[in-house]
T-cell receptor, first 115, second 116 residues
């Protein structure tokens, strides 16, 4: 069975600083996608960043980047220059290829950006 | 472009009653998913529609849950009769074409269900 573990239930960071959210996963699959989703309070969950397992280069989207370590099954999210609008629940998710495209989520990390 | 919309946003019902949640996916999206998050736990997959057909319903907890997708458009998730452990947030999501793995999956805001 595939599992995703987010070991930090809550984190906080000062505005403009950098924070890293951790995520590890367990799978026997060789081809898969990894995702970070963000859900601000009372709003929709939106995709932050996506990583294809076959790509060695770490994905980057503006202030968001990942550190993907396939052998270690680790997929951490780094947020640079944190902004108040980054306050949200962050979910790490895994999707194996070749199946029904269902996502396997971690429990989430609640990130608070303080002014 | 309208996103994934869900109704109701919040619902409080008594144990034994019936609740129906509705989801309108993004127009043109063939894939529609239901997920659930019970407090303090992971978001769990419930089922996946491709157009009007159930592709995978392996996550449905039991036969008190019934999902339908009329004409491949909107979907409903009915819980009958509701139990206390059904409380949680029910998310609907949609994505574009079948067979294009890794399509961005768009989520709704969720329907909060409280069974008392």
């Amino acid at each position: 069975a595939q599992t995703v573990t987010q070991s930090q239930p809550e984190m906080s960071v000062q505005e403009a600083e950098t924070v890293t959210l951790s995520c590890t996963y367990d799978t026997s699959e060789s081809n898969y996608y990894l995702f970070w989703y963000k859900q601000p309070p009372s709003r929709q969950m939106i995709l932050v960043i996506r990583q294809e397992a076959y790509k060695q280069q770490n994905a980057t989207e503006n202030r968001f980047s990942v550190n993907f370590q396939k052998a270690a099954k680790s997929f951490s999210l780094k947020i640079s220059d944190s902004q108040l609008g980054d306050t949200a629940m962050y979910f790490c998710a895994f999707m194996p290829l070749g199946g029904s495209e269902k996502l396997v989520f971690g429990k989430g990390t609640k990130l608070t950006v303080n002014p | 472009e309208a996103g994934v919309t869900q109704f109701p946003s919040h619902s409080v019902i008594e144990k034994g009653q019936t609740v129906t949640l509705r989801c309108d996916p993004i127009s043109g999206h063939d894939n529609l998913y239901w997920y659930r998050r019970v407090m303090g736990k992971e978001i769990k997959f419930l089922l996946h529609f491709v157009k009007e057909s159930k592709q995978d319903e392996s996550g449905m907890p039991n036969n008190r849950f019934l999902a339908e997708r009329t004409g491949g458009t909107y979907s409903t998730l009915k819980v009958q009769p509701a139990e206390l452990e059904d409380s949680g947030v029910y998310f609907c999501a949609s994505s574009q074409r079948v067979g294009e793995y890794g399509n961005t999956i768009y989520f709704g805001e969720g329907s909060w269900l409280t069974v008392v």
